[in-house]
């Protein structure tokens, strides 16, 4: 059993980020300063989704973790029921 969002998933979620931050530049007529901020707001919302699912991916590990003990503890609670 592999752990973690696949490969392939993640080609997919990248390329969609991609293609929504196109589709949502190409949109726009003229390039005044608040479609450039709109479209960098896009960007780093779209960013900061892909990176919270990275953090997500080990959630056991990194800068963003939680201890396994608690989870440990839950899941025998589970088993008595």
Known sequence: MSHGIPP???IGL???ALLLVAAAAVQIRAVTWTSA???GL???LVSAV???LSAM???FSGGIHVEP???KFAL???NVL
């Open 8 to 10: 392939y998933l993640w």
């Open 14 to 16: 990248l390329l969609s």
């Open 37 to 39: 901020l709109s479209i």
């Open 42 to 44: 896009l960007t780093l």
């Open 50 to 52: 892909l990176a919270v």
């Open 57 to 59: 991916n080990h959630p």
């Open 69 to 71: 003990e608690p989870l």
């Open 76 to 78: 025998q609670r589970f």
